[in-house]
């Protein structure tokens, strides 16, 4: 009888072995697919290229309304479409130029800076300024000759400049933006013709308008500059009159070439939001105030249908399905066969611009894989808050219990135990 027994909890032992064996195997061929959610900044730009397009009737052939803050789209007609920006091009000069730390020094105009056609502010080669006033030239009259003696004088060349100009760009967002020249004069290069779309010009001023110097710039309404030894002097009118149409346009810059039509990009700040917008294409001669219109119809539409709201996500204990989640112990890859884990949902808070039409969601984003041991605290997952789809804010999930590997060698280890082997 003996004899029998010890036979009969041998082959037991080795028949829970073998079916641990088996799941466990089964388990590690199985494979585990997960989709996250989001979108590139690419999509994003695609998504919103034309969001809300039929609620504005605008001259311009491509346009935007942004929020500063966020980069959310707000408003677009054609927004990611790349076109010919003329002048605009000179905000991202402008804020290399700042960024370059170079302001209190000398700049000499070259000969190649003094052929630019016009508007140039007219000095002969060899004038000298300071690099701080020069941005006034550029900004308030738009002077062809000063982008390039600045990009000279930054860079070494107008070339290696329009690189800076471009890899800045990339930085910031940028999709489809190629800069060939400072001043944004109609050119080509072996990468292609200059151009940007009205989404990245917003993206840009967005930055521009975070440096003081940009805008103490580019709100002043005269200035008077003169070259290093007195010889040359000339006064300086601001060409942007949005900024005395609208109350809240704290910055702006206009632009126009036979090839792009009148452009126009600027901001907005007021209460409790700041917009930036673009319009590219926005007529021909003789049609240089349908920029005006377009820019205050933008910014109407932002303040007519968006407010800000809070949105408030507060601390929440549940749970979340773990059920074949993938663990990671000891470098290898086994599978999780528990179907829930109680966690907390931090809270979370932010203020966010939203329309009545706007959707507000969330979505609770699982790893494919879970390192183990998990303790108590330990961030086992995220959730998204979407706004219209696109990811907004993200809180962390939290572990309410333990866990640890629940691998093979676990599972023999436990059948070892409990069969007193």
């Given at each position: 009888?003996?004899?029998?027994?010890?036979?009969?909890?041998?082959?037991?032992?080795?028949?829970?072995?073998?079916?641990?064996?088996?799941?466990?195997?089964?388990?590690?061929?199985?494979?585990?697919?997960?989709?996250?959610?989001?979108?590139?900044?690419?999509?994003?730009?695609?998504?919103?290229?034309?969001f809300?397009?039929?609620?504005?009737?605008?001259?311009?052939?491509?346009?935007?309304?942004t929020?500063?803050?966020?980069?959310?789209?707000?408003?677009?007609?054609?927004?990611?479409?790349?076109r010919?920006?003329?002048?605009?091009?000179?905000i991202m000069?402008?804020?290399?130029?700042?960024?370059?730390?170079?302001?209190?020094?000398?700049?000499?105009?070259?000969?190649?800076?003094?052929?630019?056609p016009k508007?140039?502010?007219?000095?002969?080669?060899?004038?000298?300024?300071?690099?701080?006033?020069?941005?006034?030239?550029?900004?308030?009259?738009?002077?062809?000759d000063t982008?390039?003696?600045?990009?000279?004088?930054?860079?070494?060349?107008?070339?290696?400049?329009?690189k800076?100009?471009?890899?800045?760009?990339?930085?910031?967002?940028?999709?489809?933006?190629?800069?060939?020249?400072?001043?944004?004069?109609?050119?080509?290069?072996?990468?292609?013709?200059?151009?940007?779309?009205?989404?990245?010009?917003?993206?840009?001023?967005?930055?521009?308008?975070?440096?003081d110097?940009?805008?103490?710039?580019?709100?002043t309404?005269?200035?008077?500059?003169?070259?290093?030894d007195?010889?040359?002097?000339?006064?300086?009118?601001?060409?942007?009159?949005?900024?005395?149409?609208?109350n809240?346009v704290i910055?702006?810059?206009?632009?126009?070439?036979?090839?792009?039509?009148?452009?126009?990009?600027?901001?907005?700040?007021?209460?409790?939001?700041?917009?930036?917008?673009?319009?590219?294409?926005?007529?021909?001669?003789?049609?240089?105030n349908?920029?005006?219109?377009?820019?205050?119809?933008?910014?109407?539409y932002?303040?007519?249908?968006?407010?800000?709201?809070?949105?408030?996500?507060?601390?929440?204990?549940?749970t979340?399905?773990?059920?074949?989640?993938?663990?990671?112990?000891?470098?290898?890859?086994?599978y999780?066969?528990?179907?829930?884990?109680?966690?907390?949902k931090?809270?979370?808070?932010?203020?966010?611009?939203?329309?009545?039409?706007?959707?507000?969601?969330?979505?609770?984003?699982?790893?494919?894989?879970?390192?183990?041991?998990?303790s108590?605290?330990?961030?086992?997952?995220t959730?998204?808050?979407?706004?219209n789809?696109?990811?907004v804010?993200?809180?962390?999930?939290l572990?309410?219990e333990s866990?640890?590997?629940?691998?093979?060698?676990?599972?023999?280890?436990?059948?070892?135990?409990k069969?007193?082997?």
């Open positions: 009888y003996m004899k029998n027994h010890f036979a009969f909890k041998f082959h037991r032992r080795m028949f829970l072995c073998v079916l641990f064996t088996t799941i466990f195997i089964c388990a590690i061929l199985t494979e585990n697919g997960y989709a996250a959610s989001g979108f590139s900044p690419e999509e994003i730009t695609q998504k919103f290229a034309d809300h397009r039929d609620d504005l009737n605008l001259y311009a052939q491509s346009a935007v309304l929020d500063a803050d966020t980069g959310r789209i707000l408003y677009g007609k054609d927004a990611g479409v790349p010919a920006n003329a002048s605009t091009t000179k000069t402008c804020l290399l130029a700042i960024e370059s730390g170079k302001l209190n020094d000398t700049v000499t105009f070259s000969e190649h800076a003094c052929s630019m508007v140039r502010l007219g000095c002969t080669k060899g004038t000298q300024f300071v690099l701080k006033d020069l941005l006034y030239s550029l900004m308030l009259e738009s002077h062809n982008a390039v003696a600045i990009a000279e004088h930054v860079s070494g060349s107008v070339e290696v400049f329009a800076q100009m471009n890899e800045r760009a990339v930085e910031l967002g940028c999709q489809n933006t190629h800069f060939v020249t400072p001043n944004g004069l109609d050119r080509s290069d072996t990468k292609g013709a200059h151009q940007t779309t009205a989404y990245d010009l917003s993206l840009i001023m967005a930055v521009c308008i975070q440096n110097k940009f805008l103490e710039i580019t709100e309404t005269s200035k008077t500059i003169g070259s290093i007195g010889t040359f002097q000339v006064s300086l009118n601001n060409y942007n009159a949005l900024l005395s149409m609208v809240g910055s702006g810059k206009t632009g126009f070439t036979v090839k792009a039509g009148y452009c126009y990009v600027g901001a907005y700040r007021q209460n409790d939001r700041t917009y930036t917008f673009a319009l590219l294409a926005c007529g021909w001669p003789n049609h240089k349908y920029k005006w219109e377009d820019s205050k119809a933008l910014i109407s932002g303040n007519e249908h968006y407010e800000t709201r809070t949105i408030l996500k507060e601390e929440e204990h549940q979340i399905d773990l059920n074949r989640t993938v663990v990671k112990t000891f470098g290898k890859n086994h999780y066969f528990i179907d829930t884990l109680p966690v907390t931090e809270a979370c808070e932010m203020q966010m611009l939203v329309s009545d039409s706007d959707e507000i969601t969330a979505n609770i984003q699982i790893p494919k894989e879970l390192s183990l041991p998990v108590v605290g330990d961030v086992v997952a959730e998204e808050i979407l706004w789809g696109i990811p804010l993200t809180r962390r999930i572990a309410d866990l640890f590997a629940l691998d093979y060698p676990w599972c023999l280890w436990e059948v070892l135990l069969w007193k082997f």
